[in-house]
C-alpha cells in the first residue's frame, strides 16, 4: 500500500483528465519542479498506482456509431467454462470490453457497431453464438460524460 498526499491526488486529477501532460506542464500546475513530478509519476507507476496511459477514439468518427452495454448470464446447460467463454468473447472485434461480474448476469460487454442492424448482426452471428451464452440483455448508450477518478 501506498501513502497518497495531497499533491499526489491533484497529479492523479490531472493524469486523469489528460495523460498526455509533460511533467513540465504537471509541473507548473501543482506548484512543483519537472524532475519532482518526473519522481512521483514514477514512484506511482512502480507502486501499480498508474497502470499505464490509454487512448480514447471516438468511435462514432471510426464509423461506430452504436455502443451497447451487454449483460449476458451464462447458461447452465453445458457447463461450459469461464475461459471458454472468456477466450471466445475476446476474439470478437466489436467487443470493446468483457468484465466477469457478480449479480443478475455473469458478464458485462461493451459492443460497438455502426448502426442498429450491425449491431443485431454481431449479437445473432457472434454473441449468441458463443459456448455458453445464455440469457442476454443490451443497454444501448445514449451518451457518455467522463467522470474524474476516485481521488
Given at each position: 500500500?501506498?501513502?497518497?498526499d495531497?499533491?499526489?491526488?491533484r497529479?492523479l486529477?490531472?493524469?486523469?483528465?489528460?495523460?498526455t501532460?509533460?511533467?513540465?506542464?504537471?509541473?507548473?500546475?501543482?506548484g512543483?519542479?519537472?524532475?519532482a513530478?518526473?519522481?512521483?509519476i514514477?514512484?506511482?507507476?512502480a507502486a501499480?498506482?498508474i497502470r499505464?496511459r490509454?487512448?480514447?477514439?471516438?468511435?462514432?468518427?471510426l464509423?461506430?456509431?452504436v455502443?451497447?452495454?451487454l449483460?449476458v448470464?451464462?447458461?447452465?446447460?453445458?457447463?461450459?467454462?469461464l475461459e471458454?467463454?472468456?477466450?471466445?468473447?475476446?476474439?470478437?472485434?466489436?467487443?470493446q470490453t468483457?468484465?466477469?461480474v457478480?449479480?443478475?448476469?455473469?458478464?458485462?460487454?461493451?459492443?460497438?457497431?455502426?448502426?442498429?442492424?450491425d449491431f443485431?448482426?454481431?449479437?445473432r452471428?457472434?454473441?449468441m453464438t458463443l459456448?455458453?451464452?445464455?440469457?442476454v440483455?443490451?443497454n444501448?448508450?445514449?451518451s457518455?460524460?467522463?467522470?474524474?477518478?476516485?481521488?
Open positions: 500500500m501506498i501513502e497518497i495531497a499533491i499526489d491526488g497529479l486529477r490531472a493524469l486523469a483528465r489528460d495523460a501532460q509533460s511533467a513540465g506542464a504537471l509541473g507548473r500546475r501543482l512543483l519542479s519537472q524532475p513530478t518526473w519522481r512521483r514514477r514512484r506511482l507507476e501499480g498506482v499505464g490509454q487512448l480514447r477514439l471516438d468511435g462514432g468518427k464509423g461506430f456509431g455502443t451497447v452495454f449483460g448470464k451464462l447458461a447452465l446447460r453445458g457447463r461450459v467454462s471458454d467463454f472468456e477466450r471466445a468473447v475476446t476474439a470478437i472485434p466489436e467487443v468483457v468484465e466477469h457478480l449479480g443478475l448476469f455473469d458478464y458485462r460487454l461493451r459492443v460497438v457497431a455502426r448502426d442498429i442492424p443485431e448482426r454481431v449479437l452471428r457472434r454473441i459456448p455458453g451464452a445464455g440469457e440483455e443490451a444501448v448508450l445514449l457518455e460524460e467522463r467522470l474524474p477518478g476516485p481521488l
